[in-house]
């Protein structure tokens, strides 16, 4: 007699595309976990969708090691470099991101905590985590090793020389210094959380009718010796970007730019005073602004980038980049962004009707209610989407 196991594998082959709670529960499963379900795991997730539990069914799923170590790996892997590639190694950022998921901490904390996760190398054997290297994580993702089962979740401020007050998730994580600290100005470091974080580019926020006062002194106020392309495009990015890329005015990624020209061995500090990179080509403007140190203010809190959503508990202002984080994760727009990314990620498609977009506004309002849980918006889009295969 053939096993449980054979007859469900070729019920799944033969089944029509109404098949029903089956078929729906192999659906969530291969979406979230990334494989296929033990007949066990499926005959207990159709008995679920059976009762109309759909979302019990889902956290079934999202239990298994392969959701952490594929699924939010790849979910989290192109927030970590400049390319946006998947296939980006585990790093301490995309390994917190995964450990936060596991732990159903607030996701907010992602840009403000003091908090890295590691594998505990009493239990995996791989490299200690070091400042100035991934070979840690490098050893995990070679190795496969259970994410699930494995990863700690520890202080940035225990680990790094960062202090406990400078520390700000994800921002202050050695990737995203790696990243986006690299050599520049420091304004990569927003540019990608707003598109990482907030679903946005800097084209869709543009808006000259903001101050010009805070633009630095490296932006020419007449590129190319026209002041209009000044005024209808450098303002229009520059007015709100530098005000906000002032958090970041002591961070850099230090690195010998002699024996290791990419910065693979390099690491992240945080200085006492503005770094140098902020004082670069201070003779295109001399009468721009001079940068004396991290305090931010949010110029986007008036004009149109009022649509992002800004907490009014918050001020718009502050010091450095654990408060710039606090704000950005406060908006709608961070909130909002969440969502979409797991839709796509769970869906394996953006929104596009008006039925995704209501859903997605209701997965928002849900997501901000429950505590900025990411693990259970991952089963909330998984029972919508799991409807396009009944």
């Not at 969530?28 to 759909?54: F, K, W, Y």
């Not at 298994?64 to 998947?86: C, E, G, M």
Request: net charge negative.
């Amino acid at each position: 007699m053939r096993s449980i196991k054979t007859l469900l594998i070729t019920a799944s082959l033969i089944l029509p595309a109404y098949a029903g709670s089956l078929e729906q529960a192999q659906y969530i499963h291969n979406r979230l976990a990334g494989v296929p379900a033990s007949a066990e795991t499926l005959l207990q997730m159709q008995s679920l969708i059976e009762q109309d539990d759909v979302q019990a069914a889902a956290a079934i799923a999202v239990e298994h090691p392969d959701f952490y170590r594929v699924t939010l790996k790849l979910f989290a892997s192109p927030w970590t470099n400049i390319d946006q590639d998947i296939y980006e190694p585990l790093n301490d950022y995309s390994a917190t991101v995964i450990g936060m998921v596991r732990d159903d901490v607030d996701f907010r904390q992602v840009l403000q905590a003091d908090l890295v996760y590691t594998a505990d190398t009493t239990k995996v054997t791989a490299p200690t985590y070091q400042v100035n290297n991934n070979n840690h994580y490098q050893t995990l993702d070679e190795q496969a090793v259970d994410l699930k089962a494995n990863l700690i979740a520890r202080t940035q401020s225990e680990l790094t020389d960062l202090p406990s007050e400078a520390t700000a998730g994800i921002l202050t994580s050695r990737a995203a210094a790696k990243a986006y600290f690299y050599l520049g100005t420091n304004r990569a470091m927003l540019r990608f959380t707003l598109m990482n974080h907030l679903c946005t580019d800097l084209e869709a926020l543009k808006d000259n009718t903001r101050p010009a006062d805070r633009i630095r002194q490296d932006v020419s106020r007449s590129p190319g010796g026209d002041s209009r392309l000044f005024l209808n495009n450098c303002l229009a990015c520059h007015s709100g970007m530098d005000p906000l890329a002032q958090a970041f005015a002591r961070y850099d990624y230090q690195f010998d730019r002699d024996t290791d020209p990419e910065g693979e061995n390099g690491q992240i500090i945080y200085s006492d005073t503005v770094v140098g990179k902020y004082h670069i080509n201070t003779t295109t403007f001399p009468y721009g602004f001079s940068t004396p140190n991290d305090n931010w203010d949010n110029f986007w809190r008036q004009g149109i980038n009022q649509k992002l959503g800004w907490s009014p508990a918050l001020s718009g202002s502050g010091q450095g980049a654990k408060s710039l984080g606090e704000e950005l994760s406060n908006s709608k727009a961070f909130a909002t962004c969440q969502v979409k990314k797991v839709f796509n990620s769970v869906c394996l498609r953006p929104p596009a009707t008006e039925a995704d977009n209501t859903q997605v506004s209701s997965l928002t309002d849900s997501f901000i209610n429950n505590g900025y849980k990411l693990k259970q918006t991952f089963v909330e889009v998984a029972e919508y989407c799991s409807k396009e295969s009944e």
